[in-house]
């Protein structure tokens, strides 16, 4: 039995309408299945690239690793070292001391030999010419024994020692510290020009010693009791400028802010030991 014409013309128009639409979908389907295939090779290439990537980073990490063991190695080292070079200098410094010390008291004991030889050698020849002699103490004793009168306060006694000292022994090594003390017993007596007169001889007789930077000091202190202001900043402004790492110098610093306002950042600086430079901090590692 026949369909309706209708139908017909209904199946004959829509054939080639579907196969149209077939065939886009096959064309699509194999499309994406290329695209696909596409990226699973780039994700493979990326993959392998990532591995090579990771592997360099391993490598760089193990040397980096190596090479800040070695530093750190090599700074222990040389902190050791400088830590023995430290001891050794610290050492040294104390022979050296010793060493001063030691000169200072066979100095001493070569003053008091000098000294007796020759009182002995006096008292001779004073005995052969019939002159009884009574030798003085050895330049140590004799220092000494003022020395222990100026600790006690009892500056007339001491001033009268230490000018025999001077009498008698006026080129040892004690000399410049004896005319010195002579100086502080007038300047505790205040007896100002006497004072005064005592610290220049120090600096007259005995320019290269030691005691002359305080002498210059105390010099400066009595022409400040004297009333002579002017003299007195002139004598601290030197010793500030020309003795910088002396503890006079600080104290001259003192009297010259006191008396004329200078600033703190004008004081002197005392002069330090060296001391060993810090160690050095180990690097940081760097994050992987």
């Given at each position: 039995?026949?369909?309706?014409?209708?139908?017909?013309?209904?199946?004959?128009?829509?054939?080639?309408?579907?196969?149209?639409?077939?065939?886009?979908?096959?064309?699509?389907?194999?499309?994406?299945?290329?695209?696909?295939?596409?990226?699973?090779?780039?994700?493979?290439?990326?993959?392998?690239?990532?591995?090579?990537?990771?592997?360099?980073?391993?490598?760089?990490?193990?040397?980096?690793?190596?090479?800040?063991?070695?530093?750190?190695?090599?700074?222990?080292?040389?902190?050791?070292?400088?830590?023995?070079?430290?001891?050794?200098?610290?050492?040294?410094?104390?022979?050296?001391?010793?060493?001063?010390?030691?000169?200072?008291?066979?100095?001493?004991?070569?003053?008091?030999?000098?000294?007796?030889?020759?009182?002995?050698?006096?008292?001779?020849?004073?005995?052969?010419?019939?002159?009884?002699?009574?030798?003085?103490?050895?330049?140590?004793?004799?220092?000494?024994?003022?020395?222990?009168?100026?600790?006690?306060?009892?500056?007339d006694q001491a001033l009268q020692i230490f000018q025999?000292?001077?009498?008698?022994?006026?080129?040892?090594?004690?000399?410049?510290?004896?005319?010195?003390?002579?100086?502080?017993?007038?300047?505790?007596?205040?007896?100002?020009?006497?004072?005064?007169?005592?610290?220049?001889?120090?600096?007259?007789?005995?320019?290269?010693?030691?005691?002359?930077?305080?002498?210059?000091?105390?010099?400066?202190?009595?022409?400040?009791?004297?009333?002579?202001?002017?003299?007195?900043?002139?004598?601290?402004?030197?010793?500030r400028k020309k003795y910088p790492h002396r503890k006079?110098?600080?104290?001259?610093?003192?009297?010259?802010?006191?008396?004329?306002?200078?600033?703190?950042?004008?004081?002197?600086?005392?002069?330090?030991?060296?001391?060993?430079?810090?160690?050095?901090?180990?690097?940081?590692?760097?994050?992987?």
């Open positions: 039995m026949a369909g309706p014409p209708d139908m017909k013309i209904k199946v004959s128009w829509c054939g080639p309408f579907v196969w149209t639409v077939v065939s886009l979908a096959l064309s699509g389907c194999l499309a994406t299945t290329q695209e696909i295939a596409d990226l699973r090779g780039d994700i493979v290439r990326l993959q392998s690239s990532l591995a090579e990537q990771q592997k360099n980073q391993g490598d760089f990490q193990a040397l980096l690793k190596e090479n800040q063991e070695t530093l750190q190695g090599n700074q222990a080292d040389l902190s050791a070292k400088m830590e023995e070079l430290t001891l050794k200098l610290e050492a040294l410094s104390s022979q050296l001391v010793e060493s001063d010390n030691h000169m200072t008291s066979l100095a001493s004991r070569i003053d008091d030999l000098d000294k007796n030889t020759s009182n002995r050698l006096d008292a001779v020849v004073k005995t052969v010419e019939g002159v009884k002699s009574i030798p003085a103490p050895s330049p140590s004793r004799l220092y000494q024994a003022g020395a222990n009168e100026f600790s006690k306060r009892r500056y025999t000292y001077m009498d008698h022994y006026p080129d040892t090594e004690k000399a410049p510290v004896a005319q010195f003390n002579m100086g502080e017993c007038h300047f505790a007596l205040k007896s100002w020009d006497e004072a005064l007169a005592a610290f220049n001889e120090v600096v007259a007789q005995y320019p290269k010693s030691g005691t002359v930077p305080s002498a210059l000091l105390q010099k400066g202190l009595t022409l400040e009791q004297l009333g002579k202001t002017s003299e007195a900043i002139g004598i601290f402004d030197s010793v006079e110098a600080q104290r001259a610093h003192e009297r010259l802010k006191a008396l004329r306002g200078d600033k703190d950042d004008q004081a002197p600086k005392p002069k330090s030991a060296a001391k060993p430079k810090p160690k050095p901090a180990p690097p940081k590692k760097t994050a992987p």
